[in-house]
């Protein structure tokens, strides 16, 4: 069985930070690609922010300059520093992980339960 437990949600200002982490946990093989999902009040879910096993990120084009992901491979850990924070950020965020499970033969997708982040003055 794997898990991914987000942690980070959080009220916080305009202009204001917030670290968001995940962390996998479970009956993991190998992990692949991690990254941020978010799902606003009458929207889709949108990717926030992705990363390679290699280090490799992809941003959405609203969050580019202010969001930094990363990852601690030893630690099945994936962050996500948000900076210059505003109202239209404000979302639950969801981590994402595409891993192999221990006795499977194949990749597949796993999300955690999601974050709430509340940007507001």
């Known amino acids: 069985q794997v898990q991914l437990v987000e942690s980070g949600g959080d009220l916080v200002q305009p202009g204001g930070s917030l670290r968001l982490s995940c962390a996998a946990s479970?009956?993991?093989?190998?992990?692949?690609?991690m990254g941020w999902f978010r799902q606003a009040p009458g929207k889709q879910r949108e990717l926030v922010a992705g990363?390679?096993?290699?280090?490799?990120?992809n941003y959405a084009d609203s969050v580019k300059g202010r969001f930094t992901i990363s990852r601690d491979n030893a630690k099945n850990t994936v962050y996500l520093q948000m900076n210059s924070l505003k109202l239209e950020d404000t979302a639950v965020y969801y981590c994402n992980a595409r891993l192999r499970s221990i006795g499977s033969t194949y990749y597949r997708d796993y999300w955690g339960q999601g974050t709430q982040v509340t940007v507001s003055s």
């Open positions: 990363i390679t096993s290699g280090g490799s990120t």
């Open positions: 479970g009956s993991i093989f190998s992990i692949n690609n």
